[in-house]
């Protein structure tokens, strides 16, 4: 079990992978919230924030979907450790947002919050990624028996 073996720090590295995944879902969790909430609760300042044309419904609804999301990833961290699926929700919205924007802000020109916002995301996506659960070797010789591979 070399993979368990405790690192320099004295954590072993799954541990710490699964505390990092977990701090980083919490973090993507709480930042969708406060962007879903902000147009939901003064929608003047997120319309001059952004800069952009923007219709109340569309933007309220994407910020509705964007609460359930951060919600959702916020519970899952809550788990020990933290499995797959979460961590590919949060990759994977976060990596659509990012490729939407990527997209279109180059498009419509001007400045705003949301090219920060692209940065972000990219990172989101990115940590998550690179944090992805792998099973451990006796796991996944246990779920091959199964008929099942990881």
Not at 131 to 146: G, K, N, Q, W
Request: proline share 9%; charged share 15%; glycine share 8%.
């Amino acid at each position: 079990m070399a993979s368990r073996r405790a690192g320099p720090g004295g954590a072993r590295p799954i541990e710490a992978r699964d505390r990092w995944r977990r701090s980083t879902l919490i973090a993507q969790g709480l930042y969708y919230l406060a962007v879903g909430l902000w147009p939901l609760l003064h929608f003047a300042s997120y319309a001059r924030a952004v800069a952009l044309p923007l219709q109340p419904f569309q933007v309220q609804t994407f910020a509705a979907v964007l609460i359930v999301v951060g919600g959702s990833l916020i519970e899952a961290a809550r788990r020990e450790p933290p499995g797959p699926f979460p961590t590919l929700l949060g990759a994977a919205v976060a990596g659509a947002i990012a490729l939407v924007s990527l997209f279109w802000l180059p498009r419509l020109g001007g400045m705003s919050w949301l090219w920060l916002d692209l940065l972000v995301e990219v990172a989101f996506a990115v940590t998550l990624l690179l944090l992805f659960p792998r099973p451990l070797p006796e796991r996944r010789r246990a779920a091959t028996r199964r008929g099942w591979t990881p």
